[in-house]
């Protein structure tokens, strides 16, 4: 399709069915999400799989960072109370001790209120099938609502993810025996490989539901996601989930925008959800507050704050992610993929 202007996204985020959610039910018996009040989180649809999911979710990584895990359940608790349905984890993060402290949250009734993902690493079908054998395991639960390829990140990721008894089959598999419902993958490094996915699994006829990306003011303008795959998932009808909101941190440590700034421009692209990392009650209540006053950045804010974030963007020194292999766990662990 031909490229999206800044307009059409814009256009795009406004037809985004957001709701206002119902309490914060989720998984399979998540519902419509119509009714409730302005004070609370809306949803928006997942793609074409007929789930909504809170328009911001919980990142699993820095559920790990506090140092108590009664901390890392307040965290949680609070975010789910709150009105976030969205969790996101992987079953490399802290060596599995972020999936340990998420599954002991979700107890006592939590896990019935979520829309739950996680994401393995493996690239062989028996490594893939082993992690996520792991992860269900560490969360306590027979089942996650979201189970996605994690680090596409090389130019070899899509032929080995739908080589014979490659990825490609544990994700069936898992979504057959009934311990994943949707199906997705992940990548924080190029674009290319992202296309490069999604036309290998046109080719061996396989549909993700889900992929997941960095989106934020500075992607707008280097190796842009925004600018090249979000076009490609909305005219697949396939949910893009945004990820890295702040550049991890790196945007407002250095002054370039604000945490509002960035958690409102990436809910103004027409995303299902946009994850964000909160290691501390206060970051939890920062999304919050953002997220049940949402408002679409109007065209003129988009290009003022794009024209603002322009010269940090310059060759990728803050998204290191992309620049470098410092976020690259599977390079440093090439154990993992099989």
Not at 77 to 84: S, Y
Not at 268 to 285: F, K, N, Q
Not at 289 to 311: C, S
């Amino acid at each position: 399709m031909p490229p999206l202007t800044r307009r059409d996204f814009l256009r795009a985020a406004l037809a985004a069915t957001v709701l206002p959610a119902v309490g914060c039910g989720g998984g399979a018996g998540m519902g419509d999400g119509r009714g409730g009040g302005a004070d609370e989180v809306p949803r928006r649809a997942l793609g074409r799989t007929g789930e909504t999911v809170s328009i911001v979710g919980l990142g699993g990584f820095h559920l790990a960072v506090p140092p108590s895990e009664q901390e890392s359940l307040r965290i949680l608790r609070t975010a789910v109370d709150g009105g976030i349905t969205f969790l996101d984890n992987c079953w490399d993060y802290h060596d599995g001790e972020s999936e340990r402290r998420m599954g002991k949250a979700l107890r006592d009734g939590y896990r019935d209120r979520v829309f739950l993902m996680t994401k393995v690493d493996g690239r062989t079908q028996e490594a893939a099938a082993r992690q996520l054998d792991e992860s269900l395991r560490r969360l306590e639960t027979d089942h996650v609502d979201l189970l996605q390829l994690h680090e596409v990140i090389r130019d070899d990721d899509p032929g080995r993810t739908f080589a014979p008894g490659g990825a490609a089959e544990a994700l069936l598999e898992a979504r057959r025996a009934g311990k994943a419902r949707f199906l997705g993958f992940t990548g924080h490094k190029s674009p290319d490989v992202h296309l490069a996915m999604l036309a290998a699994a046109e080719a061996h006829g396989f549909r993700f539901d889900t992929v997941q990306m960095p989106l934020n003011v500075l992607d707008a303008h280097f190796r842009s996601f925004e600018q090249r795959v979000l076009p490609a998932l909305l005219d697949r009808g396939i949910a893009p989930l945004g990820m890295k909101p702040m550049a991890d941190a790196r945007i407002v440590q250095r002054n370039i925008a604000s945490a509002e700034e960035c958690l409102r421009y990436a809910m103004s692209l027409p995303v299902a959800t946009v994850i964000t990392g909160c290691d501390a009650l206060e970051r939890v209540e920062q999304a919050l507050r953002v997220a049940r006053g949402f408002r679409p950045l109007a065209e003129a804010e988009v290009n003022a704050l794009l024209a603002r974030t322009a010269p940090a963007a310059q060759g990728g020194g803050d998204e290191r992610y992309k620049t470098t292999d410092g976020y690259d766990a599977t390079t440093h662990n090439p154990s993992w993929l099989g």
